[in-house]
């Protein structure tokens, strides 16, 4: 079976599912944190998956880079996601967000 | 100095006036100090009364004017001056010299007060704006010196401010007179409407002048009656003569100040000085304005010297004789002796100081009593007060050839005997004279004779400094005479502005005779009547009176000033009472109502607005922050805070979206 692009799409497709799946239903904000990186990492494989099946692929690899630049930036959102977790843990001795609902209207 | 005094004359009331402001400036116990500047001040005076009377000898009608201008309004200078004539100087001399003695009898007669500092800067004050207003040489600069005449003797008469019969006295004599100077002052307006200047003499153009009298033309008669209510006022003429015998609540020595120099003698003095406004224009020196001034003054003469013979009051007494000698003054101007009147007011000032501070000396000695009922036999234990009380009294009730008041007297009678218009005044003249010596002799029987009661058992001789002033004035009550016998009229020539000669053969006239009858009468009337009076037993305090035993019902209406008091109080106080209720009650109910009418008027809008406000406006505001409210709350439901259902509600969203698009797609 030969690669296609639909196949990754699938997968991607399905890393995304999961990863929503994740951050909608834990209750513990790691895990919610985990399932923003795995929909970021959805995001990574499809702009990784639309360079490579490209009809001329460019010889820059810009789904590569863009990928890059977005790993970094889910490293730096991880990094602040994980501390504001540790204040708010802090603070309310809690990591469960059922009962951090602060922003109440 | 004769020149210097001249110009300078604004200085005889000015030195009094100033004393008066140092005495105020001393504490309360420097009593020495006060008297002795009152009495420096008023030597001051006299010196230099008697400085600006020697040139007024040198000729006839001395005239000397000093005007200076006041303030300037416009192109309209208002003037004021000063004027020395004979009537003026005369005047200074009189006021300044009598006022020396009653100064040195107050000494000792208020001696005892604590208020004897006070006392002296009134006297000087009252002394002072008497000795402006004899100079003035304005009509409103006499009426300024006039209205100080008036708050001084209003000072002074409520000197005893704790007694509220002294208090009411004060106010009594101030509205009184005040009534007369509301004429006088219209009387001043009028008179500067028509002629354009108050000045008396001014070099031709003055108002007293001839020029300064053709522009007033008919106008001069109300003009001169205006002015003559404000001398009705200050010279207690009937209607105004009331507050004159309530001003005995004073000290005695202001009441003889009041009666013999300064205060009543300014209504006189004041008819003397306008003299050709009342004169204008007259048929053998009769005018309507005149004719007016002879019979208020024969009708003020008679009445007081009746209601005289009935008080018990030594003070009231006297007080009622002045009423009814500056009537007889009136009447001697009325008719146009203006010269017998002055004359008979300088004599009258000497003899009424006299009387009355005999009259002072007699209520010092008896302990405060003024009833002369409960004195007599005073005679041998007040030797001094009683001779000089005596040369007063015969001063008074014009006993013959050597007593001032005597030819004075018969002087005014002369003139009123040839008052072309009618007769009636001259014999009612002639009862007046025999009145006042009954009532005078009244009083001397009773002070003086028969045995001492209650009051005048330790009766004692007043100090020298009250006698030795009480002894000048009775000299000067007798040697006045000298100038005024018509063997040598000398003041009546001097103040007429002419030549006195001397002719021993005019000393006896008719009149002599007449006036001798006429006293005899009095006297030996008074002595007849009361010849029991004093002889009563001493343990009595009261006793009916012989004219009360006879006339019972005549003694109570003579005793109670004839009601006019109580006729006052009936009509014109019961009137002003009732208007002042009148307009407390406009105040209070229609003034007051129509405001809180107003008030009621805009509280009826207010609350109209108000309730336009809270049911119209305020609803539709309500009701739509109701809403606001509601919304808001529904709205709230959504942000439950769980971060989770807002990302749920995001996933559900893009899916949606994504939907939209392949649909679309």
């Known amino acids: 079976m030969t690669p296609t692009l639909q196949i990754f799409l699938i997968v991607s497709a399905a890393l995304f599912s999961i990863g929503l799946l994740a951050a909608l239903s834990r209750r513990h904000a790691i895990f919610i944190l985990i399932g923003i990186e795995m929909m970021l990492a959805a995001a990574n494989l499809n702009f990784i998956a639309f360079w490579r099946f490209a009809p001329k692929p460019h010889q820059p690899p810009v789904g590569v880079m863009l990928a890059l630049f977005s790993i970094a930036i889910s490293a730096a959102e991880a990094a602040v996601g994980l501390a504001m977790v540790i204040v708010a843990y802090r603070h309310y001795r809690t990591t469960n967000v059922d009962q951090l609902d602060q922003l109440k209207g | ?665």
């Open chain 2, 1 to 665: 100095m004769n020149s210097g005094i001249i110009t300078n004359l604004w200085l005889i009331p000015a030195v009094p006036c100033a004393a008066s402001l140092a005495i105020l400036s001393l504490s309360n116990a420097r009593r020495k100090s006060a008297a002795v500047l009152a009495v420096i001040g008023q030597v001051f005076a006299l010196g230099m009364s008697i400085f600006a009377f020697l040139p007024t000898l040198q000729t006839n009608s001395f005239r000397a004017v000093q005007n200076f201008t006041w303030f300037t309004f416009g192109d309209q200078a208002l003037r004021l001056g000063f004027v020395l004539d004979p009537l003026a100087a005369a005047m200074l001399v009189m006021i300044s010299l009598v006022g020396l003695c009653i100064f040195i009898f107050s000494i000792g007669y208020m001696a005892g007060d604590k208020n004897f500092v006070r006392f002296f800067a009134y006297l000087s004050f009252f002394s002072g704006a008497m000795l402006g207003l004899v100079l003035a040489n304005s009509l409103l600069l006499l009426f300024i010196f006039w209205e100080l005449v008036g708050l001084a003797s209003y000072l002074l008469i409520g000197f005893w401010i704790e007694r509220p019969s002294a208090a009411a006295a004060a106010k009594k004599a101030f509205i009184t007179t005040r009534i007369g100077d509301m004429g006088f002052f219209l009387g001043m307006l009028w008179l500067y409407k028509r002629s354009g200047t108050l000045l008396f003499y001014d070099g031709g153009s003055g108002c007293l002048e001839s020029a300064g009298l053709a522009t007033l033309r008919a106008s001069a008669t109300f003009i001169a009656l205006l002015i003559f209510c404000g001398a009705m006022g200050k010279s207690g003429q009937f209607p105004l003569h009331v507050w004159l015998p309530d001003a005995m609540e004073g000290p005695t020595p202001v009441s003889a100040l009041i009666h013999a120099a300064t205060m009543v003698a300014a209504g006189v003095f004041l008819v003397a000085r306008v003299y050709p406004l009342f004169s204008l224009g007259g048929i053998n020196g009769v005018t309507s304005s005149l004719t007016v001034v002879v019979w208020i003054g024969v009708t003020t003469a008679l009445m007081a010297a009746l209601i005289a013979i009935a008080q018990a009051d030594i003070k009231r007494i006297l007080a009622y004789s002045t009423v009814s000698q500056l009537g007889l003054m009136m009447v001697s101007l009325g008719v146009g002796g203006v010269a017998a009147g002055i004359m008979h007011l300088l004599a009258h000032g000497f003899f009424k100081a006299l009387l009355f501070l005999g009259s002072g000396s007699v209520i010092h000695g008896c302990q405060g009593e003024h009833d002369i009922r409960k004195m007599g036999g005073l005679r041998r234990l007040m030797p001094v007060t009683f001779v000089t009380y005596a040369v007063g009294m015969m001063a008074l009730s014009g006993v013959p050839f050597f007593f001032s008041g005597a030819w004075t007297k018969e002087e005014i009678l002369r003139a009123t005997e040839h008052w072309p218009r009618s007769h009636a005044p001259y014999f009612l003249m002639l009862a007046g004279v025999v009145l006042t010596a009954l009532y005078m002799t009244r009083q001397i029987i009773y002070v003086f004779f028969g045995n001492s009661r209650v009051a005048s058992e330790r009766a004692h001789e007043s100090p020298r400094v009250m006698t030795m002033p009480l002894i000048a004035l009775a000299v000067c009550a007798i040697f006045f005479s000298v100038v005024l016998t018509p063997a040598w009229p000398w003041l009546h020539a001097y103040l007429r502005g002419e030549p006195a000669q001397f002719d021993v053969a005019r000393l006896i006239q008719p009149m002599v005779f007449v006036s001798l009858v006429l006293v005899g009468a009095g006297i030996g009337l008074g002595i007849w009547v009361y010849r029991k009076a004093g002889a009563q037993d001493r343990q009595r305090s009261a006793e009916i009176d012989p004219l009360e035993y006879a006339q019972p019902a005549l003694f109570r209406f003579l005793a109670n000033k004839m009601w006019i008091d109580e006729l006052y109080g009936r009509t014109v106080i019961t009137f002003s009472w009732a208007a002042a209720r009148l307009s407390d009650w406009m105040d209070r109910y229609f003034w007051d109502g129509l405001v809180r009418g107003f008030g009621a008027v805009g509280r009826v809008f207010a609350m109209l607005t108000t309730s336009v406000d809270e049911h119209g406006i305020n609803a539709g505001v309500d009701e739509t922050t109701a809403g606001t409210r509601g919304l808001g709350r529904l709205m709230s439901k959504a942000h439950s805070g769980q971060i989770q259902t807002y990302l749920a509600a995001l996933a559900v969203g893009m899916l949606a979206l994504l939907l939209l698009y392949a649909w679309l797609g």
